[in-house]
């Protein structure tokens, strides 16, 4: 037996010493040990372990329990039985919860077993839960935490260039700042296959970085992969509105429409920009109208906006207006 290994048992035993013999009271202990030292591996050993011996009295109540601690135990057991791609969308999870934290400085997510055979769409789809819960994290703080998500992008898209995945990995890096990674992504993406979500991830990035200019030669980019995309052309129209051009932005929305007739953002795009246009009192009518349905209050308050801008528009729509977004 391995000097690790005897190290990793006398700890486990103080653990459950510690909890009364209880194997999932030496999980919680173990897993709160993991959230103040991620990097640290003595927590790691432990668990694996307790995963080797009392793995039926452990594996039922963490199943049932769902918290972040039970979550991020799961993920590591997942990685020991193998199960690589669910313990990268586990991981995921708890880093959306607490990004706070460097979930990813974990051992076993920086191992060759782990990078070497997580499919490029799990990877991704764990980037896109560590972004579920909106944190910012635009920060020299956050990017040193996410540091070893960078590394496996790196190394997973380099092997496995799937173009929806890499493009739907962007995203992380993106909401970081690195928009070099995101970029990158998308260039490994094009060349194993041009697609629209590329197209559209570069258009994000751009966007991010304030620069419509560009976002809107990336979207025009994804028209041409999608033509028939209603939502491609809102996206364009939105750009277009960004930079003044108001024409432009009636004209794509109608074009949207032509594909998606019912839809509202469309239509309530569409009254917006004509009012901001040409001061439409019809259109403005119509926004009011629409408004309460947009699920999207940031988006409407915009629209509104855009809208109570518009020339010789009447007082008492703007005032309807902008109750309407809550003034």
């Known amino acids: 037996m391995s000097n690790q290994s005897v190290n990793a048992g006398v700890q486990l035993a103080r653990v459950l010493a510690h909890c009364g013999g209880s194997p999932v009271g030496a999980v919680d202990v173990l897993v709160g040990a993991i959230a103040a030292a991620p990097a640290e591996p003595e927590a790691y050993a432990s668990l694996a372990e307790l995963w080797r011996e009392r793995r039926t009295e452990v594996e039922g109540p963490l199943k049932r329990d769902g918290s972040l601690r039970s979550v991020l135990a799961q993920a590591y057991f997942l990685f020991l039985d193998g199960d690589v791609d669910d313990a990268a969308m586990a991981l995921g999870s708890v880093t959306g919860a607490r990004p706070d934290v460097a979930w990813g400085a974990a051992p076993w997510f920086g191992d060759a077993r782990f ?73 490994r993406a094009d060349a194993a296959g041009r697609v629209m979500w590329t197209a559209v991830a570069r258009a994000a ?102 809208a109570c801008a518009g020339p010789d528009v009447p007082p008492d729509l703007v005032a309807r207006a902008r109750r309407s977004d809550g003034h």
């Not at 769409?121 to 819960?133: K, Q, T």
């Not at 560009?214 to 129209?237: F, G, I, K, R």
């Not at 795009?269 to 259109?283: K, Y």
């Open 205 to 306: 990035t751009w966007r991010a970085m304030g620069d419509p200019g560009q976002a809107a030669a990336a979207y025009e980019d994804a028209l041409v992969l999608d033509p028939t995309n209603w939502s491609l052309h809102l996206d364009l129209a939105d750009v277009r509105a960004e930079q003044g051009d108001f024409a432009e932005a009636v004209r794509l929305v109608e074009r949207g429409l032509e594909h998606e007739p019912g839809d509202v953002t469309l239509r309530a795009a569409r009254a917006a920009f004509r009012t901001r246009l040409a001061g439409s009192a019809d259109d403005l009518r119509a926004l009011i109208d629409l408004a309460p349905a947009l699920a999207n209050t940031a988006y409407r308050d915009q629209l509104i906006d855009y």
């Open 115 to 187: 990078l070497g055979a997580v499919s490029a769409e799990a990877l991704a789809e764990a980037c896109l839960r560590a972004l579920d819960y909106g944190h910012d994290l635009d920060s020299d703080a956050m990017r040193e935490r996410f540091a070893p998500w960078f590394h496996a992008l790196d190394v997973v898209s380099a092997r496995s260039p799937v173009p929806e995945s890499l493009a739907a990995m962007s995203r992380l890096p993106r909401a970081c700042g690195r928009y070099d990674l995101a970029f990158a992504l998308c260039d």
